[in-house]
């Protein structure tokens, strides 16, 4: 069975400090894809990356940057320099693509405050 | 625009009651699915469905009921036999699973609250 484990639950940082969020997934598959999610306090799931696992190269999209590395089946999230308006949780997915019957497992999630 | 919109953003239900929160799509998409989120658990699915008319349980079914006869809606009822309903539900959707899905991923609601008052 796939998993996804995000061992820091919260994470507090002054703005304008880098910050980097864990991601440790467990998958029998060699198709599978990775991704990132951020929850607002509104509650909505904002997608962010998805990641497939041929695909090894890292991403950079402004202050956010994700690793990955199947060497350590790792998918960690960078955002530097942040801001206030990253608070959020963060939620990290895994899903194998086995065609109709795909679903995501997530994460338990990362509460990241960052403070003025 | 297209999203997805969820109903009612907070619900109240007492003891013993079935209630039903709506999800409604207009991206046309083929697949939609209910998540439960719980305060340090994440996001745990509920059901899915991937075409009309059909749909599959997830990992904690037990006290939760679907339907889909129609494409753009999947409304998710809590009975009385979920014995612990205060949660934030989610709905999602995405396209064919069998084609470009893994380009987008999911699209979520805004979620609704649900308490056992």
């Known amino acids: 069975a796939q998993k996804v484990t995000q061992a820091q639950t919260e994470i507090s940082v002054v703005e304008k400090e880098d910050v980097t969020l864990d991601c440790v997934y467990e998958?029998?598959?060699?198709?599978?894809?990775l991704f990132w999610y951020k929850q607002p306090p509104s509650g909505e799931l904002v997608f962010l990356i998805r990641r497939n696992s041929f695909d090894e190269q890292n991403e950079i999209s402004g202050r956010y940057s994700w690793n990955f590395q199947k060497s350590t089946s790792s998918f960690n999230f960078t955002i530097t320099a942040s801001q206030v308006v990253d608070s959020a949780v963060y939620f990290c997915?895994?899903?194998?693509?086995?065609?109709?019957?795909?679903?995501?497992?997530f994460g338990k999630g990362i509460t990241l405050s960052v403070r003025p | 625009d297209g999203g997805i919109t969820q109903s009612p953003k907070y619900l109240f239900r007492k003891e013993g009651q079935n209630v039903t929160l709506s999800c409604e799509q207009n991206?046309?998409?083929?697949?939609m699915y209910w998540y439960r989120q719980d305060p340090g658990q994440g996001l745990r699915l509920i059901y899915y469905?991937?075409?009309?008319?059909?749909?599959q349980k997830g990992d904690i079914a037990e006290g939760y009921s679907v339907s889909r006869e129609k494409k753009e809606s999947f409304p998710l009822t809590v009975t009385s036999a979920q014995k612990n309903p205060t949660a934030f539900y989610l709905c999602a959707s995405s396209i064919d699973l069998s084609r470009e899905w893994a380009n987008y991923g999911y699209t979520f609601g805004s979620g609704t609250r649900l308490t056992v008052v």
């Open positions: 469905s991937q075409i009309v008319n059909d749909f």
């Open positions: 998958t029998r598959d060699t198709t599978y894809y």
């Open positions: 997915a895994l899903s194998e693509f086995t065609g109709a019957n795909s679903k995501l497992t």
């Open positions: 991206l046309n998409h083929d697949a």
